[in-house]
């Protein structure tokens, strides 16, 4: 079946540090990839996607490649800010229904 | 352009009652998904609405339906609540295609007490 498999949390980082949050899937056929990002007591944002294998999305200084041959969708950023702190979540969209995975929550300390 | 509204945005019931959510798209979209997010399971995907008709379903109990209107509104109805239905009730609304990026709502906090 379809689903997405991401790094467990908590994830605390001082500011200015390097993020990277693993994001792995299965799936049938050709699916989109997403990275969607949930602040407290908000629902979720899209932060990027990528429709098609060895495209990059990119946002906010976020970005992921999809790699088709490793089923993955790693979200890394350079420099992460205390504005960051969220909850990270990956899915991917079959054509027929999104699924995401359990989130991955981020906190940076200044 | 106005984003996603839910509206209630919380809500407290007790066991045995039922509840009705709303969620209203962005303007245009006439695709609307509804999810449950708890801590335990994260986002689970409930059902997707397109045209009035519902396209997709996900593993939840008939206790759990919806509905959507001729303007794209759609309601979700949970009947005989349980203390398991405690959650954060998300919309999310696309353009036409489910495939295409969905636009979440801030959610309707429910507890069922």
């Known amino acids: 079946g379809n689903s997405v498999t991401q790094m467990e949390g908590p994830v605390t980082l001082s500011e200015e540090a390097f993020l990277t949050i693993n994001c792995t899937y299965t799936a049938t056929g050709y699916p989109s990839l997403f990275w969607y990002v949930q602040y407290p007591g908000e629902g979720l944002q899209l932060l990027l996607k990528?429709?098609?294998?060895?495209d990059k999305g990119s946002n906010k200084g976020f970005e992921a490649t999809y790699r088709k041959e490793t089923t993955s969708f790693h979200l890394e950023k350079g420099s992460v800010q205390v504005s960051d702190s969220a909850v990270y979540f990956c899915a991917l969209n079959t054509g027929n229904q999104f699924y995401f995975g359990t989130g991955t929550s981020l906190t940076v300390i200044p | 352009k106005a984003g996603v509204t839910q509206t209630p945005r919380y809500l407290i019931k007790t066991r045995g009652q039922q509840v009705t959510l709303s969620c209203s798209p962005i303007?245009?979209?006439?695709?609307v998904s509804w999810y449950q997010q708890t801590p335990g399971q994260g986002l689970q995907f409930l059902f997707e609405?397109?045209?009035?008709?519902?396209?997709n379903k996900g593993n939840f109990p008939g206790r759990f339906s919806g509905r959507q209107f001729s303007n794209s509104r759609s309601e979700m109805n949970v009947s005989t609540l349980e203390l398991g239905d405690s959650a954060l009730y998300l919309c999310?609304?696309?353009?036409?295609?489910?495939?295409?990026?969905?636009?979440f709502g801030p959610g309707t906090r429910l507890l069922v007490l």
């Open positions: 999310a609304s696309s353009s036409s295609l489910p495939e295409e990026t969905q636009y």
């Open positions: 303007s245009g979209h006439r695709s």
């Open positions: 609405y397109f045209s009035e008709t519902q396209r």
């Open positions: 990528a429709t098609k294998a060895d």
